[in-house]
């Protein structure tokens, strides 16, 4: 176990939150900068995407669940949480900019759905008695995100949704021997 486990996420909690002040007081929207795909200037998106949010609820939505899980992946498992962390951050931006709807994708939600999937899905692979538990509490905290692969509403990126949690599932069962 690892002391320090909160503080990547809590690192990129900041930075989100740091964008969101400068976009509100400043009263812009970056929301241009979020990843649109299969366009160039989409690709700035893979980086920038998941510290963009559209409003404060989208942003606060986030945040606890980006500080549980990625403090949970950083806690319990710290000889590979850094390599998760950025495969779950660019692979599943990199999906969203290969395969998404045209339009521009913003949020950490992608990185959460990959994070809750690689927690969960690694608990199934290894079958040692912590990862099965945590993967057991990610399921009773965070199961009703599956939902989230199935929205209709045409504002939410389900595609951001649906390939963090492939990422998730295949990072999963390719680490599930380290």
Known sequence: ???????????????????????????????????????????????????LHGNFNHLASNTIPLLVLGGSLFFFFPAIATRVFLQ???????????????????????????????????????????????????IFLYGGMAYGLLSFDERISWESHLMGAVVGLSTAYLMRRK
């Open 1 to 51: 176990m690892h002391k320090t486990g909160i503080v990547p996420p809590l690192r990129l909690c900041f930075f989100m939150w740091l964008v969101f002040t400068i976009e509100f007081y400043l009263d812009v929207d970056l929301g241009y900068l979020g990843i649109y795909p299969r366009e160039i200037t989409g690709l700035v998106g893979v980086v920038m995407a998941p510290l």
């Open 88 to 138: 779950a951050y660019f692979f599943t931006n990199v999906l969203v900019w290969i395969f998404g709807r045209p339009f521009y994708h913003i949020g950490a939600s992608g990185l959460i759905y990959a994070l809750a999937s690689f927690l969960v899905f690694f608990g199934l692979f290894k079958q040692n008695f912590k990862s099965v538990i945590i993967s057991a509490i990610v």
